[in-house]
């Protein structure tokens, strides 16, 4: 299943988180504060402020709240005289000196519609003290002054009107820490979704594969590196269980060899039983007692065939079996082996080819067991042979490579046998007969190629059958 790659991280999404709960919880906070000022306004946050009880069109707006907390408003004469008031008036000044209102006038609030808080008074017969913030609003200019008492005020970027906060903290507290705890419990959720989940199903995953299963696929969409982990964990997955079925099979093709192995010593030992039984019951005429004996010695020859080679498929087999490697010319050494086989090969009544150069090609190789994969090589193609009339065999450098060809001009191996040619113990078909071999060869060959570095595999081209080695260029093994 093809994902998209422009997935978030885990690091991004952990700092957008983050950044979520940072801002929803300023949002909550703000909210909050909204709305319990607009409950100590009377459902308007602009009655919380005192300066804002008088418009500036010059009317009193709502008295409520600032009566609540014992305040009221008077308006004054130009002269600073008292005209009237609203609300209980809790001073007896009835007249405000010019400098005071000056003052406020130089500061600048009366030009701003602002408000101050620099005309204190206090209640008769009483320590508690009030503060004032002016007015001059409206057309024609009127002159107010909003009085509350100083400790129901608290001064923050504006002047809001504490109004019994005091006693109602808690209710802020407590509404503000329950939906924070409801933004903590969405955040959390939030997160569960994209990195609990993917865990979870990678944990359970890991436990199926411990208890044996082995088609599992974990599939699930979050971020880029959850993605990563499922797709390689999946890719393990996958390799785990075709590496079990891979053991399998090399397990099932031991089994197979061993009986193989146990059929093919199985007749000749049988043949040798025969042989020894018949010579001492004296059941053999005189002049046939020396076949019996080339058959006993032919059947024994069979069998020490049989374990040499099954010797050195096991000992190739060994990660740590090393070449007996030295440096030689393989023009040499392939050309010795192609003069023993010559007369072989022409007594059979065919055509040997041989094409070697006569520049040395330097390799360093394992002298005895390459050549071995020649003589196997050259063997097969004289015993199998039965249809064709040329043997050739050629060696020629290809760029950094050595190539070396053995080719008959036979009938075709057949398509089924291909696959499983080099495989140990393996059979051909009816046109090429194994004649007697072990069914080792082809698979001790190409292991001792591939134990020096390079490649044999078969070929059908022009008509020819063709077992073709591929080497690297001279290097230390």
Same mark, same amino acid.
């Given at each position: ?13 952990? #700092? ?9 919880? $300023?949002? /909550?906070?703000? #909210? /909050? ?11 308007? #946050? ?22 609540? %907390? ?7 004469? &130009? ?9 209980? =008036? ?6 405000? &000196? ?11 609030? +009366? *030009? ?43 001064? =923050? ?19 503000? @820490? ?7 419990? @969405?955040?959390? /959720? ?10 979870? *199903? ?62 093919? %010593? ?12 018949? /010579? ?43 070449? !007996? ?11 010795? $082996?192609? !003069? &023993? ?6 007594? !059979?009544?065919? &055509? ?8 040395? +090609? ?43 060809? #053995? !080719?008959?001009? @036979? ?54 059958? %063709? ?11």
């Amino acid at each position: 299943m093809k994902r998209k790659n422009n997935k978030k991280s885990i690091f991004s999404r952990l #700092v957008g988180s983050y950044v979520l709960f940072l801002f929803g919880t $300023i949002f /909550l906070y703000v #909210v /909050l504060a909204i709305l319990i000022i607009s409950y100590l306004g009377n459902g308007s #946050v602009e009655n919380a402020s005192p300066q804002t009880v008088v418009t500036n069109e010059g009317t009193i707006r709502d008295l409520e709240v600032l009566s609540r %907390i014992g305040g009221w408003v008077e308006e004054l004469d &130009e002269k600073g005289n008292l005209i009237t008031s609203w609300g209980e =008036k809790k001073t007896e000044k009835e007249r405000y &000196e010019i400098p005071e209102l000056a003052q406020l006038c130089d500061l600048g609030y +009366v *030009q701003m519609g602002g408000s101050g808080v620099y005309l204190e008074q206090h209640e008769a017969g009483s320590d508690k003290e009030y503060t004032a913030c002016i007015r001059y609003v409206g057309e024609p200019k009127r002159i107010f002054l909003v009085c509350y008492p100083s400790s129901a005020v608290s001064y =923050k970027l504006t002047y809001m009107i504490n109004n019994g906060v005091g006693k109602n903290t808690w209710i802020f507290f407590a509404a503000f @820490g329950l939906l924070f705890l409801a933004e903590v419990a @969405g955040i959390s /959720l939030y997160l569960k979704k994209h990195i609990d989940k993917p865990l979870r *199903q990678l944990m359970d995953g890991m436990d199926e594969v411990s208890e044996g299963k082995r088609d599992i696929v974990i599939d699930y969409d979050s971020d880029r590196e959850f993605d990563e982990i499922r797709d390689r964990f999946n890719r393990m997955a996958r390799k785990l269980k075709d590496s079990e079925e891979e053991k399998h099979r090399i397990e099932q093709g031991r089994n197979q060899m061993l009986l193989e192995l146990a059929h093919d %010593i199985k007749n000749p030992l049988a043949s040798i039983k025969s042989c020894v039984g018949a /010579l001492q019951e004296g059941l053999v005429e005189e002049e046939k007692i020396r076949d019996q004996y080339r058959v006993i010695d032919s059947k024994a020859e069979r069998i020490r065939m049989l374990t040499e080679d099954l010797n050195t498929s096991l000992k190739l087999e060994n990660d740590e079996y090393r070449l !007996a490697a030295e440096e030689a010319d393989l023009c040499e050494t392939v050309r010795q $082996i192609c !003069a &023993e086989f010559y007369e072989e090969i022409t007594d !059979a009544g065919k &055509e040997f080819e041989i094409d070697i150069p006569e520049e040395p +090609v330097p390799a360093v190789i394992d002298k005895k067991l390459f050549g071995r994969v020649i003589q196997n090589l050259l063997s097969n193609a004289n015993k199998y042979n039965s249809t064709g009339k040329v043997i050739s065999l050629s060696l020629h450098e290809d760029g950094d490579q050595t190539v070396i060809e #053995v !080719a008959d001009d @036979g009938e075709a191996i057949a398509e089924d046998f291909v696959p499983r040619m080099f495989d140990e113990f393996a059979r051909g078909d009816t046109t090429r007969k194994t004649d007697g071999g072990t069914g080792l060869g082809l698979a001790i060959a190409r292991k001792i190629v591939e134990k020096h570095g390079g490649v044999l595999k078969y070929i059908r081209a022009e008509e020819k059958n %063709i077992f073709c080695i591929r080497m690297e260029g001279k290097k230390e093994r």
